[in-house]
């Protein structure tokens, strides 16, 4: 029984590893530009939520929609002001630049929301259901079925739209998309618009089930980081099988080794998909091969 | 070159020199006789900045009131104080670099303890080496104070005093409290007071049913927690700092657990806490070095514990927990030091520092051969309708203990 509740808690946690690790995903996938920033954008969300929340009593689920249009914007003004200009430089120009950004994003969210660990209180949401002695939490199933709804229909929105055809053309051979006469520079600036909206819905979802402060978005990078490796870059169902994965995997870790064990674990798992199927569970080979 | 144009230069660079002189000379001639100077590094930014800035202001109270009353008078003469700060970033290397330069590049003589154990371990050290006193107001770790060093004072009780009440009243209910768990974070401090519990519940016949540590930034503990309610515990006893509590009390109520007494080494009184647990900080109990209702009154200035925490409030616009009382009280250990031996010089300060005995709005100071304080106890507040309340020990009890 405690074998079962340990993986349905991890199946649980899974669900908010994909929504972390999908903008994650698409932007390396699109761009090969790793955002090392994506976990600071996840805690901007996890801030936007906590304000509206507390200072107008709205339910933090309604918060979403708000915690995502602001990190839309900023992710497209970033990309068209800033990111584009470097973009085409080698990967350490960017891996530089994106760590700067993490760093100045930290310190203005320091700034403004001070360190002081926040949580938000939703009581509904730590009640819990109890199926056969399997204890789900509400807030937690809630967030599960948010998180994989709405990565899913990122998954949609990238095969069945125009502009989500655009950003996969573009991922998949720039100089050919450009001749089809897509506007590159429009779709990356969308592409990281849209992660970085990602971030911010995680980051909603976050704040309604951990307690969180400004320095604690590396660790959401890092595991957005494993994530994406497990399930294969820029892949929308692999972020979900990825996350899903490690969350069984890290419960498991603790529950029959040691709580000290968890992250050795997750990375060791890491290390073993880059050696033995480096293009991750699901991932297609060309997504990450073709940007050389 | 012309003579005028070099005539010109000739007088800038005179000027310059002047200016110079001004600025490096004039203030510090002015200055060195008559101020003392301390210095402290502290997390200002980073994981402990919430906690740095608490240490920071309870410093700074001392400094300010300290200087309105004219200085500190040592052998007639009227000295103001100063502290020299430098922001560690919650890192330990950098407070230990940081601390050494204070001694190597400042001068400083007398030095102030930065925030928690994992930095005061190592920032001790360096004051030990360049034989300077340093009084700790927040490191609670007993291995400070058992390298044997000489320079090393600290204002609090140390950590193996923790959780002694929390153990003692768990025993002392009618039924006792039988089964004990006991989880905390894989780091110096929680560590400590997580095995002091252990031995403290054993000589007073509890049980441990439980007991696991997690590491250091670990976001998740629903797998510890199932395992934890396998074992049906009376009391919890958690051990970590407040990112890591609050995430604990959040998921002890997702996954169901209801022990009668939920308590944390720290936690509760921090801020956030109760704020952002609401109804889930309800009867969760914290041992505490210092509480506003503690009978104490300062010997310097005259103020009672709640004098000051009206004080704090006013200047530094929030009502102060432990941490700011429990700094001042190392800057206070250093003002008696000063006027008894009547010099700066750091030995003979150091020899008085050893032979403190004073009370002050943070609570008596008495230092055994280790440099622990052994004056004071620990206190137990429990929240209750959202506030802090002492329950124990029963002679200052504000409230009755609420069992869930």
Known sequence: MTLLQVIVNGVLLGGLYACIAIGFSIIWGVMNLINLAHGSMIMLGAYITFLVTTHTGIDPFLTIPAAAAALFALGYVLQKFLINFIVQASIFMTLIFTFGLDMLMTNVNLALFTGDVRALAVPYAQQSLDVGGITLPYGRMLVFAIAIALTLSLEIFLNRTRTGRAIKATSFDRDAARLSGIDIAQTYALTFAIGAMMAGIAGSLVAVIYSFSPAMGDSFTMKAFVVVVLGGLGSVPGAIVGGIVLGIVENLASLLLDAGYRDAIGFGLLIMVLLLRPEGLLGKRFFAEVKG | MSMRTFQ???????????????????????????????????????????????????????????????GIDIAGKKYKVDIVYYDDGSDTNTAVKLVEKLITEDGIKFLLGPYGSGASLPATAVAERHRLPMVIAHGASTPIYTRGFKYIFGTLNSVDQYTQPIIKMASEQKPPLKNVALINENALFPQLGIDAAASQSKELGLNVVYEEKYPTGTKDLSSQLVKMKATNPDLILAGGYTGDMILLAKQIREGGLKPKLLAYLLGPTLPGFVESLKQDAENTLEPVQWTPNLPWKDTIFGYSAMDFAKKFQAEFGYWPDYHPPQSSAALEVYHHAFQKVGSLDPEKVRDAIAKTDIMTFYGPVRFNDKGQNIAKSMSVIQIQDGKPVVVYPIKDAEAKLRLN
């Open chain 2, 8 to 70: 010109s230069r000739l007088s800038r660079a005179a000027w310059a020199l002047v200016l110079c002189g001004i600025f490096t000379f004039g203030p510090s001639l002015a200055n060195a006789q008559d101020v003392i100077r301390f210095g402290a590094s502290l997390s200002l930014t980073g994981r402990l900045s919430t906690e740095g800035k608490r240490v920071k202001d309870g410093y700074d109270f001392y400094v300010k009131h300290v200087n309105a009353l004219g």
